[in-house]
């Protein structure tokens, strides 16, 4: 894909527009998640928020470690001072980022992947660009979502609901929403653990130590 818009761009220098990708595979009980760029993919397992991916930008520091190493820099926030990601698809017109080849230069579009074995407690999966990110964190999304499901159960519907809270709460940013549901059913309610309450007791000899204690500091 990337290959694809050099070569658009090679032809055309109006066609240096990029992009980022965010990409899940299930097979099985296996969930691999591939991420280039800031879009973010989350689970949720028995509504506890997972990220399956890392947001690359700028001042995540395994990228800022990367970008560095290869020669670029961070400056104000952005890759080079000019650009809000440190992977994408594209972008090819922005200099000293991509001129080098993708493979050696501080842009790449080579994804980073997380895999991971499905279990009964993983409820659905979130695939969200960064509008959403923005404004909403990964566990403020999956208690939503939940909720959501609860009431109605209706995925679209979820969709459409997570963009309007994220658009209500003042995102300027790409809003889109894909949500895998791995059920039929909706989420069950979580019940909150409840500590467990230690009893103290004290023999004699202590509480008179204690009284003794507490009338000297008087």
Same mark, same amino acid.
């Given at each position: 894909m990337d290959a694809a818009f050099a070569r658009s761009y090679a032809l055309e220098s109006t066609l240096s527009s990029g992009t980022t990708a965010l990409v899940a595979l299930i097979f099985g009980r296996s969930l691999l998640v591939e991420n280039a760029g800031n879009s973010r993919a989350v689970?949720?397992?028995?509504?506890? &928020?997972?990220?399956?991916?890392?947001?690359?930008?700028?001042?995540?520091?395994?990228?800022?470690?990367?970008?560095e190493s290869l020669g670029g820099f961070i400056e104000d926030g952005y890759l080079n001072g000019q650009l809000a990601v440190t992977r994408a698809i594209g972008n090819w017109d922005m200099k000293g980022l991509k001129e080098m080849g993708d493979d050696i230069s501080p842009l790449t579009a080579e994804p980073e992947l997380k895999l991971i074995t499905l279990t009964k407690e993983d409820e659905f999966l979130i695939l969200g660009s960064d509008g959403?990110?923005?404004?909403?964190?990964?566990?403020? &999304?999956?208690?939503?979502v939940r909720r959501q499901l609860q009431e109605h159960n209706d995925i679209n519907r979820c969709c459409m609901e997570l963009a309007k809270e994220a658009l209500r709460r003042g995102s300027f940013d790409n809003l889109t929403v894909v949500i895998v549901c791995f059920h039929p059913e909706p989420p069950s309610q979580v019940v909150a653990q409840r500590r467990a309450r230690v009893s103290r007791t004290f023999s004699a000899e202590e509480l008179l130590k204690l009284k003794s204690f507490l009338e000297e500091k008087k």
């Open positions: 689970l949720s397992r028995n509504g506890r &928020a997972l990220d399956m991916s890392n947001d690359h930008t700028p001042i995540y520091n395994k990228e800022r470690i990367r970008v959403i990110w923005d404004v909403i964190s990964s566990q403020n &999304a999956v208690d939503f």
